[in-house]
């Protein structure tokens, strides 16, 4: 256990990350992320609101849909990547637990200005994402919902176990599943169960050292690594999520970056040994100093170490040839195509 974000936090079960991360790729993992932020958001004016807080157009969220998301400031830098709900009576915007404080503080700032209502439910309402290949059929064992009919992106509303839950068929880690919104009280009980009712399926619980490495293969973003205040989307290789023919906060900037170019890009890359790149580790380009490493970490589906870090964009090209100083010393290592991992849903 480790304080993470004001929580204490699981870095891994009995099984420990290398398995934790096969049995969510190869069967399915839980994970309990009660520690992420939610708000709800409603009014006559909730679209126009989030359309002008986040980059990408929520207008083409239909009722009971969902979509990754991102928030900036008016320099382009990233307040935090989202994920948003549209749901039947009110929106629900999930962010992360690091970022909680700031990022409620910020979206009342600009909620002033719009007729809408704006509240923190983090602490009344749970979460848990179940992921993997076997996800769906474990879950199907506790409730009547038909969730063959749920799309990815979907959501629907039901019963689990006997508890009234939102079930999203969304999740970070590059496998199919879901992720259940229900009351605190029923926290303890839907976890026990769950794992119950999974462990004929190969059903792990998930720590966060094999979060970090199931939601990495795939070139999924983490505040704090990937982006951050100082890091803007089309830097992040996060364009797609960008849509620039609507008004929202810090699209001049990101504009005239998206005209002038981009100096600095993301990156991954892969050790040609078997040295462990870590976070803040030096980048090296023909003997000079060109960037960070944002992410480094062991890759269990690929069995390989790995990192992204941010260089300038005339090396991003993958095949190019970089050095990672490790413990002073420089490791080979070569720039890669993103993803490591294509995300079983996409095949």
Not at 110 to 118: F, G, K, M, N, S
Not at 156 to 170: A, L
Not at 204 to 227: M, N, Q, T, V, W
Request: proline share 5%.
């Amino acid at each position: 256990m480790v304080p993470f974000a004001g929580w204490e936090m699981p870095v891994r079960y009995k099984a420990g990350p290398k398995k934790e991360h096969h049995a969510t790729r190869n069967n399915a993992g839980l994970f309990d992320i009660h520690h992420m932020a939610k708000f709800t958001v409603s009014g006559i004016y909730t679209k126009a609101y989030l359309n002008y807080i986040t980059t990408r157009d929520v207008s083409s969220l239909k009722i009971n849909e969902a979509h990754y998301n991102l928030m900036c400031y008016e320099d382009g830098g990233i307040v935090d990547d989202i994920f948003i709900y549209r749901l039947p009576d009110y929106w629900l915007v999930v962010t992360n637990a690091s970022n909680h404080k700031k990022d409620f503080v910020w979206m009342q700032a600009h909620a002033a200005t719009y007729d809408v209502i704006l509240k923190d439910v983090s602490n009344e309402t749970y979460l848990l994402a179940l992921q993997g290949p076997k996800a769906i059929a474990i879950l199907q064992n506790l409730t009547d919902i038909s969730l063959s009919n749920l799309p990815r992106f979907g959501t629907m509303e039901g019963s689990v176990n006997g508890v009234q839950t939102i079930i999203s068929r969304t999740g970070y880690t590059g496998e199919d599943g879901v992720e259940l919104f229900f009351s605190p009280e029923h926290a303890l009980t839907m976890w026990k169960t769950l794992l119950q009712t999974g462990e004929p399926y190969g059903l792990e619980p998930i720590g966060l050292a094999a979060r970090d490495s199931l939601r990495f293969e795939p070139a999924f973003s983490l505040y704090g690594h990937e982006i951050g205040p100082d890091i803007t989307p089309l830097e992040a290789r996060l364009g797609w999520a960008v849509n620039f023919n609507k008004n929202f906060i810090g699209k001049n900037a990101l504009l005239k970056q998206k005209v002038e170019g981009i100096t600095s890009k993301l990156i991954a890359f892969e050790m040609q040994s078997r040295s462990m790149p870590r976070k803040g580790y030096d980048v090296m380009y023909e003997g000079l100093f060109v960037g960070l490493v944002v992410t480094g970490l062991y890759a269990p589906t690929i069995n390989k170490m790995v990192g992204h870090a941010f260089v300038p964009s005339y090396i991003s090209k993958p095949g190019t040839a970089l050095q990672i100083i490790i413990r002073n010393q420089e490791k080979d290592a070569v720039v890669v195509r993103r993803p490591l991992y294509k995300p079983a849903y996409r095949i």
